[in-house]
């Protein structure tokens, strides 16, 4: 008899979210929310103001402890296992936070070292992007000196110096020039190329359209529709990432109403049977 050869697993994907919610008081920022991102995939995460963009991506970093639900991190529970889950995942936040009284590099020092990243590979690693991010001029500058677009670039390079398998992003081309919004955007394809999961919060539309893979539009804490953009335009060939967002986002109260239930995929895009009955 042949001896079975067991095919190995395949990797875990770098972040799984199941029924999350986070309240702050009254207010349910997130509504039992569900959804994955894969190995190799750039996902767009869309959604209104207030929609419950930045605090999913501050719950899945470990920042916020959700109400409920479950984060997984590359297959590592966020709850049970929050060190080893979060060494897995970078996050550049809208805002970043940089120490200012330490230049570039000694903060890439002091990041490198909280992760446990031996030094000359942190060096060899910040030193690349430096370069890449055309920061080397002002590297042993004071971070206090910086502009936002330096801050922003910063921000990117400190998490990604671990060599996380997922990458979160809130408004990551805020402040950038077109050079350094083209420079990012190759390296975060680059990332998905090498199998990487990045998740790209953005109010950036036709950017979302040209750089991700499927997106995810959030509204009032919950799954308004999820897939690429074929999927989502349906019939209508002709509309743009836009003309479909706002469809999907138009005409519902403050409560939410009409909104998909949290962990829902793809729902009728605009034109399709039953569309006007969801908001559209």
């Known amino acids: 008899m042949r001896p079975d050869h067991a095919r190995p697993a395949p990797d875990p994907p770098p972040l799984e979210v199941h029924g999350l919610v986070r309240r702050y008081g009254r207010v349910t920022a997130v509504d039992g929310l569900s959804f994955r991102v894969r190995p190799g995939e750039i996902l767009g995460f869309l959604g209104p103001n207030g929609a419950g963009k930045t605090t999913t991506l501050r ?5 916020l402890r959700p109400d409920a639900g ?3 991190i590359a297959g590592v529970p966020l709850a049970r296992e929050p060190l080893a889950a979060r060494a897995r995942v970078g ?3 809208d805002e970043p936070f940089l120490y200012e009284r330490l230049s570039a590099r000694e903060f890439f020092d002091f990041v490198a070292a909280l992760y446990g990243v031996p030094a000359m590979t942190a060096a060899r690693r910040a030193e690349a992007l430096i370069e890449r991010f ?3 001029g002002v590297a ?3 971070v206090e000196s910086y502009s936002l677009g ?6 990117v390079i400190a998490a990604l110096l671990h060599d996380p398998p997922l990458l979160m992003l809130d408004e990551p081309l805020n402040g950038l020039d ?3 919004a083209r420079a990012l955007k190759d390296l975060l394809r680059e990332r998905a190329a090498a199998g990487g999961g990045v998740l790209v919060s953005t109010h950036l539309l036709d950017v979302a359209e040209r750089l991700c893979d499927r997106v995810l539009i959030l509204h ?6 999820e897939g690429t953009f074929d999927e989502l335009r349906g019939a209508r060939a002709d509309a743009t990432l836009e003309d479909v967002f706002l469809a999907l986002t138009a005409g519902e109260g403050a409560d939410g109403a009409g909104g998909t239930a949290g962990g829902a995929s793809a729902v009728a895009p605009p034109g399709a049977p039953g569309a006007a009955g969801r908001g559209a």
């Open 59 to 63: 719950v899945c970093a470990g920042l």
């Open 70 to 72: 479950e984060v997984r």
């Open 91 to 93: 996050l550049v936040p």
């Open 134 to 136: 055309e920061l080397a």
């Open 140 to 142: 042993d500058q004071l």
């Open 150 to 155: 330096m801050r922003r670039k910063t921000s």
């Open 178 to 180: 077109p050079r350094g």
């Open 220 to 225: 009032h804490g919950r799954t308004r529709a």
